[in-house]
């Protein structure tokens, strides 16, 4: 989504690849501060005011006993984790 979005600005782009896990964009040195300075533009006229609050999404609450070496052995048999696999992620309270 970042890179479609990002294409608009691809007049200063020596070369733009991307995929679903990674992108790259090539720029000369000169480019560097107008890249800079649009993309700033850029992502002030399009970003909410949700997207500014940080969020953590939790897979899943777990006591503080149960994070243990048999969960770990448990849980590294869904590796390998990627985009395709994200890790999940837990939490505990009341530590």
Not at 68 to 74: A, D, I, K, Y
């Amino acid at each position: 989504m970042i890179c479609i979005r990002l294409l608009k600005l691809a007049a200063i782009f020596l070369k733009v690849s991307a995929d679903y896990v990674r992108s790259s964009l090539t720029l000369k040195k000169e480019n560097i501060r107008p890249f800079m300075d649009r993309f700033e533009q850029f992502v002030n006229s399009t970003i909410t005011e949700e997207q500014l609050v940080p969020r953590i999404f939790v897979d899943s609450e777990l006591s503080f006993s149960e994070i243990n070496e048999e969960f770990f052995q448990f849980l590294n048999k869904f590796q390998p984790f990627g985009p395709e696999n994200m890790s999940p992620v837990f939490v505990s309270r009341m530590l």
